[in-house]
Every structure is written in C-alpha cells, then in structure tokens.
Nanobody
Framework: VQLVESGGGLVQAGGSLTLSCVAS????????MRWYRQAPGKQREVVAG???????HYTYFVKGRFTISRDDAKNRVYLQMNSLKPENTAVYYC??????????????WGQGTQVTVSS
C-alpha cells in the first residue's frame, strides 16, 4: 500500500491550498483518513480526521479555515486550507487506516508535502 500526497507549495498569507492524498496498492477497504503536520523543530500533530461514517475532527487551530473531505471511489482524501497563516507552514502528511483483508488493518503514512506560507 502506498500513500502519495500532492498540492503543497508556497502561498502568501491569506491564500488557499488544497492538498490531496491517494492510496494505492492491495486495498480491501480504506477506513479513517487523517492529515497531520510537522513544523520545523516541532512534533508531528494531527490536523484533521474523517471516518468512513462521515465523522470529522479538526484540531482547534484550523477549525473554520480547513476542510477535510474524501472520495472513497478514488481512495482519496483532501484538505482544503483557506485563510492560511505563516504559522501553518509545515510538512503535511496523510495518514490512513487501511484494511488489506477483512481481518488485517494497518495505518499508513505518505511521504509528506511541504506547505510554506509567507507573510
């Protein structure tokens, strides 16, 4: 199983970016999909999560500005980021719980995509 993120880049404060992550490989079912971030010198932290049932979680510092969504037909998860701030600069990672068989679930990580917000 492989996760590949895309959509990162350089944007001015107040701007928007949409990150995308696609899962591929031996997939039986994709379950909860999440986005994490890791800023320089800091620990990796969760940004948002979305279950198969549609339950969404956002960390407090992105509520109202970021939106997570998914396309199960394409095994994709998205993170729409609006009103970006310099403190949102980080490497963003996709993390997904994937069943490779009915009884075997693991979580997988993408390689990360850099988001840089200039002031």
């Amino acid at each position: 199983v492989q996760l590949v993120e895309s959509g990162g880049g350089l944007v001015q404060a107040g701007g928007s970016l949409t990150l995308s992550c696609v899962a591929s490989g031996n997939i039986y079912k994709v379950n909860t999909m999440r986005w994490y971030r890791q800023a320089p010198g800091k620990q990796r932290e969760v940004v948002a999560g979305l279950t198969t049932g549609g339950t969404v979680h956002y960390t407090y510092f992105v509520k109202g500005r970021f939106t997570i969504s998914r396309d199960d037909a394409k095994n994709r998860v998205y993170l729409q980021m609006n009103s970006l701030k310099p403190e949102n600069t980080a490497v963003y990672y996709c993390n997904t719980d994937i069943q490779v068989s009915p009884s075997n679930e693991n979580d997988y990580w993408g390689q990360g995509t850099q988001v840089t917000v200039s002031s």
